[in-house]
């Protein structure tokens, strides 16, 4: 599905290599709010996106199997424009290390929800996004 929404419309980033994964996150996603949803595979694919500082979907579900000090870098990057993360399986350091929420593989739509409206609730009490 790259390029099939504009980057700058896009509201929610999804990175997985199952296709079956991020339709299920779509779903679960639409379920909570209308957003313009873009999937990519890898998180490769997703930096050129990640780079460009007017990319700022408000939400980016994550799953980065090795992340390198790149990936991390684009995360911290990510989360310092306002987006929130969800990392599918993330290693514990790196929940240390990024502010994050986790969702742990096999999960429903249920805790899919359940963190989504727990980023949106908490989202009513942020500053707005620096911009970097």
Same mark, same amino acid.
């Given at each position: 599905m790259p390029g099939a929404v504009a980057s700058h419309q896009v509201q929610t980033l999804i990175v997985t290599d199952n296709f079956i994964e991020a339709e299920d996150l779509a779903d679960a996603i639409s379920e909570v709010a209308r957003e313009e949803i873009m999937h990519l595979r890898h998180i490769d694919e997703a930096v050129p996106f990640l780079e460009d500082v007017a990319f700022t979907p408000k /939400?980016?579900? %994550?799953?980065? =199997? &090795? =992340? $390198?000090? &790149?990936? &991390?870098? /684009?995360l911290e990057r990510l989360h310092a424009r306002g987006v929130q993360l969800v990392l599918i399986d993330a290693a514990p350091q790196l929940l240390g290390e990024i502010e994050a929420e986790a969702l742990s593989r096999p999960f429903t739509g249920a805790? %899919? $929800?359940?963190?989504? /409206?727990? %980023?949106?609730?908490d989202a009513k009490d942020l500053k707005p996004p620096a911009v970097l």
């Open positions: /939400l980016a579900v %994550l799953h980065i =199997p &090795k =992340p $390198s000090a &790149k990936h &991390k870098k /684009l805790d %899919l $929800s359940t963190v989504i /409206l727990k %980023l949106r609730q």
